[in-house]
């Protein structure tokens, strides 16, 4: 599997191991297809959130359906993201310094946040540190590069070591 689809292995374990809608914030060339596979055949809601707008147009066309949304977001701060409880949260999105402060936002709003990209060449980057202090639970997945860690204030954890 190539680097941009270091993540589908955690991504899917925590998938099964979560209810409710799922929300992805970035698309991607893997990340996107899976959520919107597993989506359809259990039923379960998927809103994709991207600001690139080539991004956008590619996985609206291919995945918007009556159980995915693919939404376009011009600005991060806009984005309706607050008022819902999620089963699971995929932050993959640009720019890079802005994905701490929407893990930070959605702390108390989601049974898993997975952050991709979170191995220690990036830490500059992203900036995941400065999240890290508000969850109770952290998981760092390491078995692919890059890295993706897993964020918690509901579950130790333990379901996805």
């Avoid at 994905?99 to 990036?122: G, P, Q, V």
């Avoid at 980057?125 to 952290?138: G, L, N, Q, S, V």
Wanted: charge should be negative.
């Amino acid at each position: 599997m190539d680097e941009a689809g270091s993540h589908i292995p955690i991504l899917c374990k925590a998938f099964e191991n979560c209810e409710g809608p799922i929300l992805e914030m970035g698309t991607g060339l893997y990340s996107t297809a899976i959520l919107d596979m597993v989506c359809r055949h259990t039923g379960r809601r998927v809103y994709s959130l991207e600001n690139d707008p080539i991004w956008y147009e590619q996985a609206h066309a291919k995945y918007q359906s009556d159980y995915h949304d693919v939404v376009f977001i011009s600005d991060w701060n806009d984005a309706d993201i607050d008022n819902a409880q999620w089963g699971l949260v995929l932050i993959d999105h640009r720019p890079a310094n802005r994905r701490h402060r929407d893990m930070i936002r959605l702390k108390d709003n989601a049974h898993y946040i997975l952050a991709h990209d979170s191995e220690l060449k990036d830490h500059r980057a992203y900036r995941y540190d400065k999240a890290y202090p508000h969850f109770k639970y952290r998981y760092d997945y390491k078995d692919t590069l890059p890295n993706t860690v897993v964020l918690s204030n509901f579950s130790d954890l333990k379901e996805l070591i």
